[in-house]
């Protein structure tokens, strides 16, 4: 009986938390240059560049997608900061890597040590990887505590877990 009165009080109040689809609203379109697109965060006072390292078949990118990178104050909060593109780690689709060096989405993930999936990983704008993160968060409020590691520079003085240990004894 309890369940039933779970599962109707979800029905009728929707969450607060409003979403949009990830791949329009948290993602850009890549073009696949990436040397270009360091000028490009660079000329327009972003903190530089997130990957997200990804393959079609996996759950955890899909539940990335649909529970954490949906939601409005992510996407708005990372867009402000990082130019945001997602790397297929099978892809053949040509890529241009930071240093001007002409290769494939796979070879360049490969290159970055991207097997597992999802991985995040945040390049300064040198192109330089600044901070890594493997496998999916467990809320938006995470993702969120993430970016602000990176983007307040809190990369340069601990890991991200002590940092969040930190922010949630706070």
């Keep these: 009986m309890r369940w039933l009165i779970l599962v109707l009080s979800l029905l009728a109040f929707p969450s607060a938390a409003q979403t949009r689809d990830a791949g329009q609203h948290f993602f850009q379109p890549f073009l696949g240059d990436l040397a270009e697109d360091l000028v490009m965060a660079r000329d327009e006072g972003r903190k530089g560049?997130?990957?997200m390292f990804e393959m079609e078949e996996c759950p955890w990118c899909h539940r990335m997608k649909q529970t954490i990178l949906n939601q409005v104050e992510v996407q708005d909060y990372f867009r402000q900061h990082?130019?945001?593109?997602?790397?297929d780690v099978k892809g053949d689709a040509p890529l241009t890597d930071f240093s001007g060096k002409e290769t494939t989405q796979?070879?360049?993930a490969l290159e970055q040590r991207a097997r597992a999936t999802p991985v995040f990983i945040f390049y300064d704008l040198q192109g330089v990887p600044v901070t890594r993160f493997t496998g999916p968060t467990q809320t938006p409020a995470e993702f969120l505590l993430l970016g602000r590691f990176v983007v307040d520079g809190e990369y340069k003085k601990q890991p991200f877990n002590i940092f969040k240990r930190q922010q949630q004894a706070k």
Excluded at 82 to 87: P, T
């Design 49 to 51: 560049i997130l990957l």
């Design 82 to 87: 990082f130019l945001i593109y997602s790397i």
């Design 106 to 108: 796979k070879a360049f």
